[in-house]
């Protein structure tokens, strides 16, 4: 295995790890009730995914 022969200063290991980080989740309105899902998941308000009925929700008044 390998070992390195000097220590990686602070300056050049946070260098390598600048590209290393966190995008934000892309959001979408959903096609049936308007609220804002994230990209490729059913609607958490009405059940929908892509214009169809994926889960019943229970609808209490």
């Known amino acids: 295995m390998a070992h390195p022969k000097h220590r990686v200063s602070k300056t050049r290991r946070d260098k390598r790890r600048t590209h290393y980080k966190a995008t934000p989740a892309t959001l979408a309105a959903c096609s049936n009730c308007g609220t804002t899902v ?3 998941t059913v609607c958490p308000e009405c059940g929908y995914y892509r214009g169809k009925l994926a ?3 229970d609808v209490t008044v």
């Open 38 to 40: 994230k990209y490729h």
């Open 55 to 57: 889960i019943e929700k």
